[in-house]
C-alpha cells in the first residue's frame, strides 16, 4: 500500500517535514517515492507548500494520507478537488 505522510527533516528541538509518497512498510524517515511537498509548523502561520497536481494525481492512483497529511490536504484545498473528481467521475460511470 502506498501512504501520503510527513517525513521529519531539521534539527532537534526545531521540526520541518517533507510530504512524501512512501510505501507504508518502510520506516518514518526512510526510503520514499516521492516529494509533494513540505510543511513547517514553527512559523506563524504555519507554512505547507504542497503541489496540488501531485498530490491529487496521488489519490486518485489509491495513495492514503495518513490523518495529519488529510488535515494538511484539505487547508490548501486538495481533498475538496478529489472528493469532486471522484463524484463527477461516479455520475460518469452511472450514466453508462
Known sequence: MVKI???????????HYRVVVADARAPRD????????????????????????????????GAQPSKVVARLLAKVGVMEKFAASKGASGQIEGAE
Not at 510527513?6 to 521540526?15: A, I, M, N
Not at 526512510?30 to 489519490?59: M, S
Open 5 to 15: 505522510r510527513l517525513q521529519r527533516v531539521g534539527t532537534k528541538g526545531k521540526p
Open 30 to 61: 526512510g526510503a520514499f517515492i516521492g516529494i509533494i511537498g513540505h510543511y513547517d509548523p514553527l512559523t506563524e502561520p504555519a507554512t505547507i507548500v504542497i503541489d496540488e497536481g501531485k498530490g491529487l494525481w496521488w489519490l486518485q492512483h
